[in-house]
Each structure stands twice: as structure tokens, then as C-alpha cells.
């Protein structure tokens, strides 16, 4: 099989993954009722709206207003579908969300004051990015870093001294770490802003505003790399001492390579395909996890976003915000999958990888 | 060391339940039932830190009557004693009277006596009267340090003492109840206590013989609480804390032994039977291994609002898929493996080399992937918790946490409600960690081959 038609299979398995998830969400949130009363809801509040800035109806005696009220209200319901049970209209909900048609948040408002939930998101979307991937990339770097460092001598202090920091810190959950660091360095010391995205009111000049949000983003940057980079340079330990073993490596060494260059030009080599899934894997780990630290430092991304709908009991936004972060881990697959087929040629030529 | 951490988190937890049963955690969430205590008092020992003799909560009751008359009017006096040593003033004074009176409204005064002998009017008050009586009952529940009556009767006594004049806006009770004699005492922002034994005392001015005290105590509200301090509400969180770890702990441990029980057998099954079986097992394994877990979770939690009956399946549905990975990729190598062929060869049945051959070998990689996927578990309960939507009665970590961000502790500097259960939240997932790691080295011993 080539490349590409093996590349065409994982895209439509993505895919149909996506979508299933999509039906379930959409399934789980009609299925109790949920989606028929936001629908309800946005058509009161617009029939009244309608009512209540037409002068000849608002003139009129109360019950007749009433009236004409809810046949508009019944004429919307059937024109939008709500008149037919819910399992019918699912496509069309489905087809909806799967062309990014989010319509209107209920309460929440994007910073420009739109409720269109797209903008919204859009919005959002490029801090949450911003942020984990930032510290998702240096907590890689610095792991790997001291990873080969631990490889060198397995079992020796500096090896012993990083796996039991690896072992604390992946015992705490990162919104605390977060949290413990606002008290210590934003409460307490006061040498960074405990919170928020860019100071109040923001810089115009935009060098400036990039410096303010680099400076917003330091504590929650400090306490993404705290609580991972143990973690990796562990596994990249781990990798490494697994690929030592391999038969190449001794003949590497055989060959009387030196130990640098057995370890950069062999064993890092052989351990990327892992390192790579593992890094893509941690990003949209991250932001799953963001929903929490992004509450906790005030951060007004993707989980800040879902935090306040959750809140504010703004089920499209929940809705479309659990759709959001569906297609954003089915993406990385889609990368992944991509990545290893270019990394591990064993898989772009169709041999079975297990070894 | 793992494992000893984990047999003590179980003894507390059976402690807890004992000790302190389910009605006290109903009581827990009632934050009506805490406004004696004070309200964001760090734990006692944080005295050690401020170098402070902080207070502590002091309840004052059983006063003595003191019954007299003079011409038709009958006097009642009260005197409640507090011996005060500490560093700073309290947080609140909480006084309780209760009079009862037959007709006309007995007039209640109540002050208070420093250890100097000064002595300020605090309250000065007719009794109202309470529908139906006679008998009437007056019940007041006086808040002394922000009571606007109380405050009008310290700007009158500064005034009246040194002359000077602070408007009642900007007086503080609490100085002029506790500080040492001096003109400043009004408003500065830190005054010496005077230290020494005060006297509460209420004077009773009433019309009938009948008419009495029923009720005078006190709550003098300190400004530290208990092991761990109280949240915004007074709270003990003692209490709560220590109602988390059972929480946690069952449902670490449900959840992992069911997802890695479900992640066992769908890996085995697929990893061994791979033909059709195998190819869908797999395919749902990939399904579920995409799923991106925390909002899904928070969305169905959103919707369900789960008790923990409920999380912990519902955990289990999303942690298994990693197991399945890992049990099929051992199943596919055992199977391979020559003893394997030998009892093929001897005529043994799939079901037999599944159940003699196969399993036994990923059990023992089973329970340390039980013991390691515990603090996971822990960590997204406590993120569901923390947004509010985890179970809706007991207390949890997460819970506990989520109440402090929503009410500023971080920026309000309350670091014991942060700290603490946090640091409940790491024992347990790294005494799960530690016991996992050590199986995961008795399992595979990767290491013990380069020595």
C-alpha cells in the first residue's frame, strides 16, 4: 500500500471517529432534554425581543399579546423543527456542528462583544495554543536534555536524584502546582501578575502587548514545566536505556564510536518516532488538562471559555466546545499518524510494526 | 514505602468514617451550621510562622445572676469573664442574649470592662417584643464588631474619652475593645493587645418580676482553628479533608481495577483472537484511545451530575483504552512464544492457552498498571470536583479546592485551604506511584539485567 492511500484510510478512519464522537455528544445532550430546552429558550427570547420592539403589537391589550406570542413561538418551533421528536432531527444537528455552525451562545459574550460562538472560539482558541504548546515544547526540550544526561549513568546519583523529582512531580496534579505558585510568587512575593491573559487596560503598542502577555504567561508557564519535564527526561531515560539494549547499538559501539556519537547519531535516532507521539500526545493532553489551570491562573483560553459555560449553564458553547476539543485531538492523530509515516518507514511501506 | 503510605490512608479512612458519620459530612455541607467558628482562620500552628500568640475560638457562657430592686424596677446583672493573652484582637465577638419580659420593654445594656478598668458601653437597647405572649421573647444575636449601634457607642466613647472624633465608618471595633489605652487606638492599622482578664457584662433594667435573662453567652471568634484551619463559610475543613481521602481513595482504586479489568480482557482478546474479533475490538480501542477524555468527562458530568456510584464507572469508560493497547501488544509476543505452540501442539483449546497460558503472564503487569493508573483517577475526579460537578454530598479534595480558587484563596493569601488538601491529593497519588513502581520492577525487570 503506498503512502498516501495508507494516509487516505487513517484520514477517513479520523473521521468517522470524529463524527461518532460528535453523535454521542449531540446524543448524550438531547437525550436528556438538554438541547430542546436551549432551542426553547433562544426562541422565547427572540419572539419577545421581536415583540417588544414592534410598536403596533406592544400596543396591544396582554392577552392578545400573549397570543400572538406563542403562535409565533409554535410557527418558529416548527420552522427550526423542534415540533418533531428528537432522534429525527440528529442529522441535522449533526451536519450543523460538522460545518462549524455553533450559532449563539445564551450568555457569554467573545471580548468584541459577539455571542456567535465561532468568534468566540476563534478568540480563544490561539491562547490555549499559545500557552500549552509553549509549555508543552520547553518542558520537551529541557526533559530530553536532562533524559540524556540520566542515560549516561544509569542508576547513578544524578539519574536517582531526577527519577525521585519525576515521581514527586507527576504526583501533583498541575492546577496546583499552579495554584501554590500564585500564592508563593504572585500573592506573597508580588513578582508576577497572579492571573489573566494581559493587563487591564491592555498595551496598544503591539510590542508591548507581546512583552505584557509573555510576562502574564510566566506562572503558568513555570508550573507547565515544573510538573512535566521530570516525566520526560524519565521516559526519554527510559527510551534510551530500552534502545541500548538493541543489537545496532552494540554493534555501534563495537565499531569503537564514541559514546557521543552512539548516543546522538544512533540511540536518539532510533528513540524519535516515541519522542515525537510522546510530544504531540503531552500538547493536547495539556489542553484537556487546561480546562482547570486555565481557571486557576485566569487564563482566558479554550478551558477558561468551557469553565465559564459550565458556569453560566451555556450549553452550545458546551457543546461546541467539547466538539472543539474532539477535532483537535482527532487532528493530532491525523499529524501523528502523518509523523510516523514519515519517521518509520516500516509503516509507510506497509510492514507491521510490531517487533 | 508505597505501600505503607497506602495502609495508613486506609486506616484514616476507616477512622474517618467511623468517627465521623455521614451526618456529620450533610452537616459539613450546611454552611448555616458554621457561624460560630471564624471564617478563613488559618490552622493553630500557623502561630509558629507569624511569630504571634494568635487567638483562639473562646465560647463564654454560664454567667451568674445577680437579681436586685429598687422601687418597682428590677435590675438583673451578667458578668461573662475572658482571659485574653494573645498577640492580636479576635476576629468577631458573636453575643447571644435572650431576655424574656411580660409587658413593658425591660431596657438591656451590655459593655464591657478592660482589664484596666475602663469600661465602654457596647450596646444600649430596648427589648422588642416577639409576636404572641405574654410572655414575650427577645432573642438578639449581636455581632460586635460590625455592628453599625455598636460602632455609633465607640465613636461616643472616643469622643468622650480623648476628645477625638472618628467617623463610624472608618472605627474599628476590635481596637478599641482590645487595644492598650491610647488616642490612636481608633483606626491605626495595628495596636498591643491588652492583655488580661475582661469582663462582658449585661445590666437588665426591667418592669416586671417575672421578666428575666434567659440566655447570655458569647462566641469569641479567634483567628486560627483546628489542625487545618477553616474555609470562607467557618468550616472546619478538618472535617472535610479528612472525609476526602476515603473519597479518593475509593475511587482511585474502583476505577483502576475496573478499567485495567476492561482494558485486560478487551487487550487480551483482541491481541489473541486476531481475526474479526480482534480487528474490532481493536478499532473500538483506537475509538476510545482518541477521545479527548477530561472534556467529554466534564461534559457527560455536566449533564449527569454524578454521585460517585456513577464517576466511577464512568472514569473506567475512558481509562481503559491505554491498558488494551499495552495487554494487547503482550498478548501478541506470548503467543508467539514456543510453550504456547507446545500446548497447541498437544491439542489444547484457544479458551485453555487463554486462560493457563496467557493471562497468568499479564497479571502481574496488571496490578502494577492498577496501582500506577490511581493517581490519574485522583487527579480528574479532583479536575471534575473542582468545577463543581462531581458528587453533589461528599466532600472531595477537588471540591475542597474548587471552593478556594471560586473564593479568591490564592490571590487572598489563604494557604492552608490550597495547601492542605493538595498535599492530600499528592500522598496518596505518589504512594500509588511508588507501589506501582516497585511491581512495575518486580514485573519487568529492565534494569536488573544492565547491573
Do not use: C
Not at chain 2, 463610624?168 to 495595628?190: M, Q, R, Y
Not at chain 2, 473500538?284 to 467529554?296: N, S
Amino acid at each position: 500500500m503506498s503512502f498516501l492511500g495508507y494516509l487516505a484510510k487513517r484520514t477517513v478512519v479520523l473521521g468517522i471517529t470524529l463524527i461518532l464522537v460528535l453523535l454521542a455528544t449531540i446524543m448524550v445532550a438531547g437525550g436528556f432534554g438538554i438541547v430542546d430546552r436551549v432551542a426553547e429558550a433562544a426562541i422565547r427570547q427572540q419572539v419577545n425581543l421581536m415583540i417588544r420592539t414592534n410598536p403596533n403589537l406592544a400596543r396591544l391589550p396582554e392577552e392578545e399579546r400573549v397570543r400572538i406570542m406563542q403562535t409565533m413561538i409554535d410557527e418558529e418551533r416548527k420552522a427550526i423543527g423542534l415540533d418533531k421528536p428528537f432522534i429525527e432531527r440528529v442529522p441535522k444537528y449533526l451536519f450543523q456542528a460538522l460545518s462549524w455552525d455553533f450559532g449563539n451562545a445564551l450568555y457569554l459574550r467573545s471580548a468584541s462583544g459577539s455571542s456567535n460562538i465561532n468568534d468566540m472560539i476563534a478568540e480563544v482558541l490561539p491562547r490555549t495554543i499559545l500557552l500549552f504548546t509553549t509549555g508543552a515544547l520547553i518542558s520537551a526540550i529541557v526533559g530530553i536534555a536532562l533524559g540524556l544526561l540520566m542515560a549516561r549513568r544509569p542508576l547513578g546519583l544524578f539519574d536517582k536524584v531526577m527519577t525521585s523529582f519525576a515521581v514527586v512531580s507527576n504526583s501533583m496534579p498541575l492546577w496546583w502546582v499552579g495554584m501554590l505558585l500564585i500564592l508563593l510568587l504572585g500573592f506573597t512575593l508580588k513578582v508576577l501578575p497572579p492571573g489573566g491573559y494581559v493587563s487591564v487596560p491592555a498595551p496598544t503598542d503591539p510590542v508591548a502587548y507581546a512583552f505584557d502577555v509573555l510576562y502574564h504567561m510566566m506562572l503558568p508557564l513555570i508550573a507547565v514545566v515544573l510538573t512535566s519535564f521530570g516525566g520526560w527526561a524519565y521516559t526519554v531515560r527510559s527510551l534510551l536505556l530500552d534502545t541500548f539494549q538493541q543489537d545496532f547499538i552494540l554493534v555501534a559501539r563495537a565499531k569503537g564510536l564514541s559514546e557521543n556519537d552512539v548516543m546522538y547519531k544512533h540511540a536518539l535516532r532510533a528513540t524519535a518516532p516515541p519522542i515525537v507521539t510522546l510530544l504531540l500526545l503531552s500538547i493536547v493532553g495539556s489542553m484537556g488538562g487546561a480546562i482547570i489551570s486555565e481557571v486557576v491562573f485566569n487564563w482566558a483560553g479554550m478551558g477558561r471559555l468551557f469553565a465559564d459555560a459550565i458556569g453560566y449553564q451555556d450549553v452550545p458553547v458546551i457543546i461546541a466546545e467539547t466538539y472543539v476539543f474532539s477535532f483537535l485531538y482527532v487532528a493530532v492523530f491525523l499529524v501523528l499518524e502523518v509523523l510516523y509515516g514519515l519517521l518509520d518507514p516500516r509503516v509507510r511501506t506497509g510492514v507491521s510494526a510490531q517487533v | 514505602m508505597g505501600l505503607a503510605l497506602i495502609v495508613i490512608f486506609i486506616l484514616l479512612s476507616v477512622y474517618v468514617v467511623i468517627a465521623y458519620p455521614y451526618q456529620e459530612v450533610v452537616k459539613w455541607n450546611d454552611v448555616r451550621e458554621w457561624s460560630n467558628n471564624p471564617p478563613t482562620a488559618p490552622p493553630f500552628w500557623a502561630k509558629v510562622f507569624s511569630g504571634r500568640d494568635l487567638p483562639e475560638t473562646q465560647v463564654l457562657n454560664g454567667s451568674v445572676a445577680r437579681r436586685y430592686n429598687v422601687e418597682g424596677i428590677y435590675f438583673e446583672d451578667r458578668v461573662l469573664d475572658l482571659s485574653y493573652t494573645y498577640d492580636e484582637a479576635p476576629s468577631e465577638i458573636i453575643v447571644n442574649l435572650d431576655v424574656t419580659f411580660q409587658g413593658g420593654a425591660p431596657l438591656i445594656e451590655v459593655s464591657w470592662t478592660k482589664p484596666s478598668g475602663a469600661t465602654i458601653t457596647v450596646l444600649r437597647e430596648a427589648a422588642e417584643r416577639s409576636t404572641g405572649g405574654p410572655p414575650y421573647n427577645f432573642n438578639h444575636r449581636l455581632y460586635v464588631f460590625i455592628d453599625q449601634e455598636v460602632k455609633t457607642n465607640m465613636v461616643d466613647y472616643l469622643l468622650s474619652r480623648y476628645g477625638v472624633y472618628v467617623p463610624t465608618g472608618s472605627v474599628s471595633v476590635a481596637n478599641i475593645l482590645f487595644g492598650k489605652d491610647s488616642p490612636s487606638l481608633a483606626n491605626a492599622s495595628s495596636i498591643d493587645i491588652e492583655k488580661g482578664i475582661y469582663q462582658l457584662k449585661i445590666h437588665l433594667q426591667a418592669y416586671d418580676v417575672k421578666d428575666a435573662i434567659t440566655g447570655f453567652s458569647a462566641v469569641v471568634k479567634g483567628k486560627v482553628w483546628g489542625w487545618m484551619g477553616t474555609d470562607i463559610w467557618g468550616r472546619d475543613l478538618l472535617i472535610g479533608i479528612l472525609w476526602g481521602t476515603p473519597v479518593a481513595l475509593l475511587i482511585g482504586a474502583l476505577t483502576s481495577v475496573l478499567s485495567v479489568g476492561i482494558g485486560m480482557v478487551v487487550g487480551i482478546v483482541s491481541g489473541f483472537y486476531e481475526g474479526r474479533i480482534g480487528e474490532v475490538l481493536e478499532r473500538i480501542t483506537d475509538f476510545f484511545y482518541m477521545l479527548p477524555v477530561l472534556p467529554l468527562l466534564i461534559f457527560v458530568s455536566f449533564i449527569l451530575r454524578p454521585s460517585i456510584w456513577v464517576m466511577i464507572p464512568l472514569l473506567s469508560l475512558f481509562g481503559w483504552p491505554g491498558i488494551a493497547k499495552t495487554a494487547r501488544s503482550i498478548a501478541l509476543q506470548v503467543k508467539q512464544e514456543t510453550y504456547v505452540e507446545a500446548a497447541r501442539a498437544l491439542g489444547a483449546s484457544n479458551s485453555w492457552i487463554l486462560i493457563h497460558h496467557i493471562a497468568p503472564q499479564t497479571l502481574p503487569f496488571s496490578f502494577a498498571n492498577i496501582a500506577l493508573s490511581v493517581p490519574g483517577y485522583i487527579f480528574t475526579e479532583a479536575s471534575i470536583s473542582f468545577l463543581g460537578l462531581g458528587d453533589p454530598v461528599l466532600p472531595t479534595w477537588g471540591k475542597i479546592l474548587g471552593d478556594a480558587q471560586a473564593s479568591g484563596a490564592t490571590i487572598g493569601g489563604y494557604w492552608w485551604w490550597v495547601l492542605i488538601p493538595g498535599v492530600m491529593i499528592f500522598l496518596v497519588a505518589i504512594s500509588f506511584a511508588l507501589l506501582g513502581n516497585a511491581l512495575d520492577r518486580i514485573v519487568a525487570p529492565r534494569l536488573r539485567r544492565r547491573e
